[in-house]
């Protein structure tokens, strides 16, 4: 029963959003998800794992029931972690930890949303808990999520690989044990990808991607310049027109991308080609470019881009209106979000949301130093691969596709674990205070003093 209460009570206060929402909280790329496992082949971005989950989940009634599994899916590596810095952790004080994380960071609204992005932050803590859970059961508990978790978007296997390197620096006999979800994870793409692309790739089309990251910051296109037109690359037609948004370059129907025929597939090799000649021709700049990427994606956690309706009407709406019968559309057209009215209930937690995630980045660095000084391995194994992973995040979706709000948001929220835990975990160790004695009157000083005086009846 405490088990039980302590995975779902956590599950219930993440759930705040999308229950205030009235549906659960959705993204243009969703809809691709939903047709994911419909579709006669795979979508070119994104690897074959989260749609056939989402389908497995839904069963074509409604989308409450995936969101009802990643949310306790969420509670249960919380509860795992927890467990795993503290074996005696008590239902409330998880519960306590859930309603900080619900009211002061972004976790319930990451995991409100139906995406993998749920699945960076459990990519972090599934290594955790593979690496450091007690005993073997959670351990491979551990492994599974975050076996699913890397394999489920690309940018989670830069973010596993920075746990690893972590793992690698503190505790190296489990390194070898941490790596083998990346391991998996990486031969499930290779093989999803030789099925649907005869191609024996992680990412077939990825280059796509990195050519308008590039592009976009430059070195790209001063290599395009430089070379053209004798390089024959029919981007060379763009030459002095090119985009410098890379989201304008990847998804416009007039871009490069979608201009090209037959799409990205069909660029990909060109994509690749140039993509090269950068690397080897501009290495500096393409150094410099992604530092600078990935450190202001660290400061950039905002909500915005994933709580209005933005592109609904061309992506999400059909694909809700093919699959599913009509009360659950008329769920998705009454939620707040569809009306644009779930941003004004998320703006007036920013403010907090900030002062607490910097606190958070403050605290989790002193909590490693702290559980290291006192040799403390778990807690500064927790520390150190939130940090890792935080890293690792902005790193990968900073520097390959450019700083956006939900990249970061994602997961930065994971800064406050470990300093919520570690101050848990003291609270219920520190001995109880004594009781104080009740004050009790004074002796008498002698047997005389004790006894009535004579004559005093």
Same mark, same amino acid.
């Given at each position: ?5 302590a995975?779902?009570?956590p599950?219930?206060l ?7 929402n009235?549906y659960?909280i ?5 809809a691709a998800?939903?047709l ?5 082949w ?6 074959f ?13 409604t989308?409450?029931?995936?969101l ?5 899916l969420v509670?249960?590596?919380?509860r795992?972690a927890a467990?795993?810095i503290?074996?005696?952790?008590s239902t409330k ?5 859930a309603c ?6 972004a976790?319930p ?9 749920i699945?960076a932050p459990?990519t972090?803590l ?7 859970g ?6 491979r508990a551990?492994g599974v999520?975050?076996?699913i978790a890397v394999?489920?978007?690309l ?11 972590a793992?690698l620096?503190?505790?190296?006999r489990?390194a070898a044990v941490a790596?083998?979800?990346l391991?998996?994870?990486?031969a499930?793409?290779l093989?999803s990808n ?8 992680v ?10 990251r590039?592009v ?6 001063r290599v395009l310049?430089a070379?053209?037109?004798r390089?024959?690359w029919?981007?060379?037609a ?5 985009p ?7 998804w416009?129907?007039?871009?490069p991308v979608w201009?090209t025929?037959g799409g990205?597939?069909a660029l &990909?090799?060109?994509? #690749? %080609? ?5 690397? =080897?021709e501009r290495? +500096?700049d393409? @150094?410099?470019?992604?530092?600078a990427?990935?450190?202001a994606q660290?400061?950039v956690v905002?909500?915005g881009?994933t709580?209005?309706p933005d592109h609904?009407?061309g992506?999400?709406?059909p ?10 559309? &008329?769920r998705?057209a #009454? %939620?707040l979000?569809h009306?644009?009215? =779930?941003?004004?209930w +998320?703006?007036p @937690?920013r403010?907090?949301?900030a002062i607490?995630l910097l606190?958070?980045?403050l ?14 391995q ?12 935080v890293l690792?995040?902005a790193a #990968?979706?900073?520097a390959?596709?450019?700083?956006h709000?939900r ?5 930065a929220?994971l800064l ?5 835990l ?7 160790a520190?001995?109880a205070p ?6 009790s ?6 047997r005389?003093a004790?006894?009535p ?5």
């Amino acid at each position: 029963m405490g088990e039980g209460v302590a995975v779902l009570g956590p599950a219930l206060l993440l759930a705040w959003p999308a229950l205030l929402n009235g549906y659960p909280i959705l993204f243009t790329d969703t809809a691709a998800y939903l047709l994911q496992a419909r579709a006669p082949w795979m979508i070119w971005d994104k690897p074959f794992v989260y749609g056939p989950l989402l389908e497995a989940c839904h069963g074509f009634t409604t989308l409450w029931l995936p969101l009802a599994a990643q949310l306790l899916l969420v509670s249960l590596m919380l509860r795992l972690a927890a467990r795993t810095i503290d074996p005696a952790i008590s239902t409330k004080a998880q519960c306590g930890i859930a309603c900080a994380l619900a009211a002061g960071s972004a976790a319930p609204w990451v995991a409100s949303l139906l995406m993998p992005d749920i699945l960076a932050p459990l990519t972090v803590l599934g290594l955790f808990v593979l690496a450091f859970g007690e005993p073997p059961a959670i351990r491979r508990a551990g492994g599974v999520v975050a076996t699913i978790a890397v394999a489920a978007h690309l940018s989670h296997l830069i973010v596993a690989a920075s746990c690893i390197g972590a793992l690698l620096l503190l505790r190296p006999r489990r390194a070898a044990v941490a790596s083998v979800p990346l391991a998996v994870a990486l031969a499930l793409l290779l093989a999803s990808n030789l099925v649907a692309y005869r191609r024996l790739a992680v990412s077939p089309f990825g280059s796509v991607f990195l050519l308008a990251r590039l592009v976009a910051d430059g070195p790209a296109a001063r290599v395009l310049a430089a070379d053209c037109p004798r390089a024959g690359w029919s981007l060379c037609a763009w030459v002095g027109r090119l985009p410098t948004d890379s989201d304008v370059f990847l998804w416009s129907p007039h871009g490069p991308v979608w201009s090209t025929p037959g799409g990205p597939p069909a660029l &990909a090799p060109e994509a #690749a %080609s140039i993509v090269w000649r950068t690397v =080897l021709e501009r290495p +500096a700049d393409v @150094l410099a470019s992604a530092v600078a990427n990935g450190a202001a994606q660290l400061a950039v956690v905002g909500l915005g881009d994933t709580l209005g309706p933005d592109h609904f009407a061309g992506s999400v709406a059909p694909a809700i209106h093919d699959l599913f019968p009509a009360n659950e559309q &008329a769920r998705f057209a #009454a %939620s707040l979000q569809h009306a644009d009215r =779930l941003r004004q209930w +998320a703006e007036p @937690l920013r403010g907090p949301r900030a002062i607490l995630l910097l606190a958070g980045a403050l605290a989790t660095p002193l909590v490693l130093i702290r559980a290291l000084r006192r040799r403390e391995q778990a807690t500064a194994g927790l520390a150190a691969i939130v940090l890792a992973g935080v890293l690792g995040n902005a790193a #990968a979706t900073g520097a390959l596709s450019g700083p956006h709000d939900r990249y970061q948001a994602r997961i930065a929220w994971l800064l406050l674990l470990p300093p919520l835990l570690a101050a848990a975990s003291a609270l219920r160790a520190a001995p109880a205070p004594r009781p104080t004695p009740a004050p009790s009157a004074p002796a008498p000083r002698n047997r005389a003093a004790a006894s009535p005086s004579p004559g005093r009846g």
